[in-house]
């Protein structure tokens, strides 16, 4: 059974820093794309990052470019999310998905979420 | 930057009835592969978001089939065709032919 478990949200002042976690178990981790996608509080779904199997390239979204990094460790079957510089509109779920097949394609699964909250 | 704008925002349904739900996007989502990365999910009150339809028609594992996926190039649209009490909650498309990813804004769906 495919699984993703977030861990590493909190409570962060402004201009702080976090890192999430996210651990896969149930596939071969390094055959797929993993990203993040944030939600903030009763609003809709937004993409944050991703990154292609192992040593492959990153995408993020403009707003959290040169703050954010993914990157992901094979051997502990894990991504994660290195959040820099954090700002009060980066309050949100974080959740981790996984893509379907070798693509970017599809989000196929995701985890429960880890929130992010910011603020002093 | 691809736009994807949902609609309608709301769609109050009677159960037993069908819904339907657009997709528009600011360009076309061919990709230079020859497939369409246009894909539609559900997320229910408390949850995180569950996929429901990939690659524009095809049913992800486990989907009812009430659940279908039609559309080409900028126009795509999901249906239920007998709405049931669990199908209540948020629908998303989301595109991943060009990055950055976009998601639509999310069509509530919820019983009359």
């Known amino acids: 059974e495919v699984q993703l478990v977030e861990s590493g949200g909190g409570l962060v002042q402004p201009g702080g820093s976090l890192r999430l976690s996210c651990a896969a178990s149930?596939?071969?981790?390094?055959?797929?794309?993993m990203s993040w996608v944030r939600q903030a509080p009763g609003k809709g779904l937004e993409w944050v990052a991703s990154?292609?199997?192992?040593?492959?390239?990153?995408y993020y979204v403009d707003s959290v470019k040169g703050r954010f990094t993914i990157s992901r460790d094979t051997a502990k079957k894990s991504a994660y999310l290195q959040m820099n510089s954090l700002r009060a509109e980066d309050t949100a779920m974080y959740f981790c998905?996984?893509?379907?097949?070798?693509?970017?394609?599809?989000?196929?699964?995701w985890g429960q979420g880890a929130l992010v909250t910011v603020s002093s | 930057d691809i736009v994807m704008t949902q609609t309608p925002l709301s769609s109050p349904v009677t159960l037993g009835q069908p819904a339907s739900i657009s997709c528009r996007s600011s360009q076309s989502l061919v990709h230079s592969d020859g497939n369409t990365y246009l894909s539609w999910l559900q997320q229910r009150p408390g949850q995180p978001p569950r996929l429901l339809i990939y690659?524009?028609?095809n049913r992800f594992s486990g989907v009812p089939d009430r659940f279908s996926g039609s559309g080409a190039g900028t126009d795509f649209t999901l249906k239920i065709s007998r709405v049931e009490a669990e199908d209540v909650g948020v629908y998303y498309c989301m595109q991943a032919t060009q990055f950055p990813l976009s998601f639509g804004g999310g069509t509530k769906v919820e019983i009359k």
């Open positions: 690659k524009v028609s």
């Open positions: 990154i292609q199997q192992e040593g492959g390239e990153e």
């Open positions: 149930g596939f071969t981790f390094n055959s797929y794309w």
């Open positions: 998905a996984r893509s379907k097949g070798g693509e970017i394609g599809a989000f196929d699964h």
